[in-house]
């Protein structure tokens, strides 16, 4: 050995860096799994997604359309729709965008169809039953006070985002109830980042405009 190549051999090249993998990675990978088992005629590993997305598709379509029952059809339509339609999905990583889109879709094409309900109050129990808020209904007491409170931020929220224009509604809920990145909001919504960002910020402003008294 070389002197020259004594001196590379000792040279330190530190501590190996460490690959941090994307948080959804690990589902993803579950969903590409039981997504090539399903497009190949698998009806349990169809059933498996079904019973890992159905909550996720019943809390975004009830916050977009505001009715349980509409929500719950919406739900079972998009179901039909995805194993019909699982063929041809081309990428299997792609599953839960995709499957939200076609919700979302079927969701807005509902609320666009249904004409106004003067009479019919704002569902506020199916909308706690639901736990469309994780970080705040997940959260049990046995203070009824606090329980009351709870109860009464959610079903604020619950009209503030009833009355908020559809488009930054959805976006709100993809984001803050779904926990979906920007590319996938834009890509189920089929609009670009920059307008997912400002929609988002002018839902999170209106928010936080009228719920400072929860401080």
Not at 14 to 20: A, D, K, L, N, Q
Request: glycine share 4%; hydrophobic share 35%.
């Amino acid at each position: 050995m070389t002197d020259e190549q004594r001196s590379n051999a000792g040279q330190s090249t530190g501590p190996p860096t460490e690959h941090v993998p994307h948080p959804n990675a690990a589902s993803q990978g579950k969903d590409r799994y039981l997504v090539l088992r399903a497009q190949d005629g698998d009806i349990d590993a169809f059933g498996k997604l079904v019973e890992r997305y159905q909550g996720r598709l019943f809390r975004t379509a009830y916050m977009i359309v505001r009715n349980r029952h509409d929500s719950e059809d919406i739900v079972q339509e998009t179901l039909v729709q995805a194993w019909r339609s699982l063929h041809l999905l081309r990428d299997p990583d792609a599953f839960r965008g995709w499957l939200m889109r076609i919700c979302t879709n079927k969701a807005t094409s509902t609320i666009r169809q249904l004409q106004r309900r003067a009479t019919d109050p704002y569902d506020s129990e199916g909308l706690e039953s639901a736990s469309v808020l994780p970080n705040t209904t997940s959260t049990a007491t046995d203070d009824p006070a606090q329980s009351s409170e709870v109860n009464a931020q959610i079903e604020a929220l619950a009209k503030l985002l009833a009355s908020a224009p559809e488009e930054l509604r959805i976006v709100w809920v993809l984001r803050e109830v779904d926990d979906m990145s920007y590319e996938e909001i834009s890509q189920t919504l089929n609009l670009t980042e920059s307008t997912v960002r400002g929609r988002l910020a002018r839902a999170r402003s209106l928010v936080m405009r009228h719920m400072k008294e929860w401080e």
